[in-house]
């Protein structure tokens, strides 16, 4: 059974809840209500017809045969996220606390997002469940993200500009929260990755883990075995930590969290989280931040939105205290290489974030033999990512 945090909040030395006064009772309110429905068949019930019939799951594992690495034999399956309604693995947890939300008679939902992805997921449940929805967006994002904010817009939801900071995701959440903590009574805020005040890292994980619950099942069904390593990129967490839950009481299984290096593990510009950064408090719970000496939070870099965040889940840095999950880093231009070839090789274009994850695979792969099976969380599409990516992969 994976773990629950304990009665504070805490993975190991890791999570729990730093916030003003006026949230705690707020979190004790979705705590009960979290734990309360976790306990009752008929809310899963409830939630696995919509991820059936809105989402369109369970989502198809693919074996990939023409990707690196899938040419040295060894099979790499991609778990296709992808294929969700609205194109990641975020609606999965946006139904789950939209349905907790709807339970505990919440009016509003409000929402932070960077690149949108988020957002458009609290949007889409918002139109679906009838529920206003208010997000909150860094200036910077919503000029790179024009396409999403539209989206968001033409689902009925209001976007507003926060212009603190770096204008960026750090300071969407900063606002969501002060936001929040004038309005808990009637308001469900609904966080995007297992991030936040406990119970948020425990309560996202649990709508994420149909993820890896699917996907050991499925892999055992084809191959009668399990996978010997399963790869997820690491922005906040939420897919990997999806994927990892089913697997990490099968000790044979090795587990890899990527991170997004940038432009380079040393140079500066990056958002890799574990591999760079030290203890710290951010967005209400204690895990790793990329800060300086004086706990100032650092600029992030990462060509793919969804890495580029200086915090990582508690959950996380207890896994990799424990040993039990190893967190490396890839930089942009493989990710961007994985992204290509995933393309042209397999007729998918996949995320930037879930390219991450791909490139990693393709490095493991050269040193698996047939005897092993690799899986990786293809977290999300890259249409989003056109863009982006069309300024760099020449023809
Ligand atoms: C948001 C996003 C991520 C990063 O978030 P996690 O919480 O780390 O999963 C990864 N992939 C895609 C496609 C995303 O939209």
Partial sequence: MPMRPDARGYFGEFGGRFVPEVLVAALDELEAAAYDAFDDPEFWQEYHAILRDFVGRPSPLYALERYPGAHARVPILIKREDTN??????????VGQ??????????????????????????????????????????????????????????????????????????????????????????????????????????????QKVIGDEARAQTLQRFGRLPSDVVACVGGGSNA??????????????????????????????????????????????????????????????????????????????????????????????????????????????????AHALAYAAQLAQRRGADDLILVNLSGRGDKDIGQVGQHVAD
Avoid at 85 to 94: D, E
């Fill in 98 to 207: 939209a349905l907790l939300a709807k339970r505990m008679g919440k009016q509003r939902l409000i929402a932070e997002t960077g690149a949108g992805q988020h957002g458009v997921a609290t949007a889409t449940v918002g139109a679906k469940f009838g529920f206003p929805v208010d997000v909150y967006m860094g200036e910077v994002d919503i000029e790179r993200q024009a396409l999403n904010v539209f989206v968001m817009k033409l689902l009925g939801a209001r976007v507003h500009a926060v212009g603190g900071g770096t204008r960026t995701l750090k300071d969407a959440t900063n606002e969501a929260f002060r936001v929040w903590a004038s309005c808990v009574e009637d308001t469900f805020y609904v966080i995007g990755s297992v991030v936040g005040a406990h119970p948020y890292p425990y309560m996202v994980r649990e709508f």
């Fill in 241 to 354: 930590i999806g994927m990892f839950t089913a697997f990490l009481d099968d000790p044979e299984v090795r587990l890899w969290g990527v991170e997004a290096a940038g432009a380079g593990l040393t140079s500066g510009r990056s958002a890799a989280t574990l591999a760079l950064g030290s203890v710290g408090v951010l967005h209400g719970s204690r895990s790793y931040v990329l800060q300086d000496a004086n706990g100032q939070v650092s600029e992030t870099h990462s060509i793919s939105a969804g890495l580029d965040y200086p915090g990582v889940g508690p959950e996380h840095a207890f896994l990799r205290a424990s040993g039990r999950v190893t967190y490396v880093g890839v930089d942009d231009v493989d990710a961007l290489a994985a992204l290509r070839d995933c393309a042209r090789l397999e007729g998918i274009v996949p995320a930037l974030e879930s």
């Fill in 85 to 94: 309604h609205t194109g990641a693995h975020k609606i999965n947890n946006t």
